[in-house]
């Protein structure tokens, strides 16, 4: 699948074309909206160009734009999981499923906020509105997702499905193309491995779920993971280290 990676300042977006339009595959910290511009225009990409939003959950660091890019381009239909959408009409990380930080040396390095602030995120963040965000209402032309379904089953002309893979967040979902090609959201990763995060996210609402959609992923046929946080790796790294973190290494 020709994809193109949108670099935020934390998360990765995706643009995949779609029969002459684009599919955009998360979006980022609203503080992203100028990056954001600068980036697709980087790719000739217009707003205008853009038929579909996919949400692979509500973290605000993945549906922050959802307003800044609707507000210049309303036709876009917005898809989601139905567990999606009434967590992004909190407009609040969700925190009341459990879970918390991977180990005890990333929670040391976020409690501290030393290299987390400085080396990934690279922006200083504004603590009263940390992990809070502008609610969104799920309008008429929104498409809501149960279940795996076929992106052209929700007028997508593109050779893939989209999977739920819960663990990070009860809502979190998948696009696994056809090729093997998956955008996985934060449902594995790429940072801070030095801190033993083993391609696992640094926040896990539930580590045997978390798991469990690896083991989804690679049965479904994936061969090479795009993740929302880091580089892109191969489904083996997946493979090599499933069930390496323990749920009672968990920092809440
Ligand atoms: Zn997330």
């Known amino acids: 699948m020709n994809i193109i990676p949108i670099k935020l300042s934390v998360t990765n977006c995706f643009l995949v074309k779609a029969a002459g339009q684009y599919v955009l595959i998360d979006t980022g910290y609203e503080e992203d909206w100028d990056l954001f511009c600068k980036r697709i225009k980087e790719v000739n990409v217009e707003l205008s160009q853009i038929s579909h939003i996919i949400l692979t959950h509500h973290h605000d660091d993945h549906c922050g734009l959802l307003h800044n890019i609707l507000r210049e381009n309303n036709s876009i239909r917005v898809v989601m999981s139905h567990l999606c959408q009434d967590l ?78 819960p663990g990070h967040t009860v809502d979190s979902i998948s696009i696994l193309f056809d090729d093997g090609d998956c955008l996985i959201g934060d449902s594995a990763a790429n940072m801070l491995k030095f801190a033993g995060t083993k391609n696992c ?7 045997n779920m978390y798991y469990k959609s690896w083991e989804k992923v690679i049965s479904a046929g994936a061969i090479r993971i795009f993740p929302a946080h880091g580089k892109p790796f191969s489904i083996d790294k997946l493979k090599e280290n499933i069930w390496k973190n323990k749920a009672q290494s968990i920092v809440k």
């Not at 918390?100 to 030393?114: D, E, S, Y």
């Not at 996210?201 to 580590?207: F, Q, S, T």
Request: with cysteine.
């Open 201 to 207: 996210v640094i926040r896990i609402g539930d580590m």
């Open 88 to 165: 992004i009409l909190k407009g609040e990380n969700d925190q009341t499923h459990g879970g918390g930080l991977i180990n005890k040396r990333v929670a040391f390095l976020i409690n501290k906020k030393q290299l987390y602030v400085s080396m990934i995120l690279k922006k200083k963040i504004d603590k009263s509105k940390n992990l809070k965000f502008r609610p969104y209402e799920k309008r008429e032309c929104d498409i809501i997702i149960k279940g795996q379904t076929r992106l052209a089953d929700i007028g997508i002309p593109l050779d893939g499905k989209i999977i739920e893979t």
